[in-house]
């Protein structure tokens, strides 16, 4: 017999366990798995509740021109665009992330990949590119929207000297690291290391760049 009632176990449910303590075998092994599912419930509900610790409960604004966390992200190797965090992962516990790119690299874009879990849309502000989905290609130019869902393999190439893009992943992933990483390179890296750096963050490069017909 316990002589103290487990410290997970209200004293209420101790007692009442003591009761039935003359219970078949069977019947002691259920209420016991119940005492335990019970117990373990708070567990489960802090857990759920910590994937939204880091939400933030407050609006905030990101002025024209700036980036969050990260100020401009300026990449390097396939293209030399730069990247501005408008809202972060960080900000919706996981949820979304909004970028504003600015391309700089005319005829260069994205090898053909796969975001297995996040489905992306881009919304043109300037200039105009070539997109690939799936099997389908798209020409967009200011005001255009597309919708890439995860799972499909795609790419874009900017067509237009100078151009600008708002990209929106749902959920965030780790695109953002991706950007990050990317920038912090001392050096242009191989397609060989940028596929490397694609898979650390949970895209699969499948396939070349997209090349503008």
């Known amino acids: 017999m316990l002589n103290a009632p487990p410290s997970a176990v209200s004293w209420q449910l101790y007692d009442f366990f003591l009761a039935h303590c003359k219970l078949s075998k069977m019947k002691r092994n259920k209420f016991i798995a119940a005492i335990l599912t019970l117990a373990t419930t ?14 933030k409960d407050k609006g905030f604004k990101i002025g024209a021109g700036e980036g969050r966390i990260h100020g401009h992200i300026k990449l390097k190797g396939v293209n030399s665009n730069v990247l501005d965090v408008k809202v972060s992962g960080i900000d919706t516990g996981g949820d979304l992330a909004i970028f504003e790119q600015t391309s700089l690299s005319q005829g260069k874009g994205t090898p053909l990949h796969i975001h297995p879990t996040q489905d ?24 255009d929207s597309i919708f890439l869902p995860r799972k499909v393999p795609h790419a874009w190439t900017q067509v237009s000297e100078t151009g600008k893009m708002t990209v929106i992943l749902q959920p965030a992933g780790k695109l953002e690291n991706f950007f990050v990483t990317v920038a912090a390179l001392d050096h242009e890296p191989t397609p060989k290391e940028m596929e490397k750096i694609f898979a650390d ?3 699969l490069v499948v396939g070349p760049p997209l090349k503008i017909k």
């Open 120 to 143: 992306e849309i881009f919304q043109v502000i300037e200039g105009a590119y070539y997109f690939q989905v799936g099997d389908e290609k798209f020409n967009l130019v200011k005001g």
């Open 201 to 203: 963050n949970d895209m």
């Open 42 to 55: 708070p567990l489960i509900t802090l857990a759920h509740r910590q994937k939204n610790i880091s939400r």
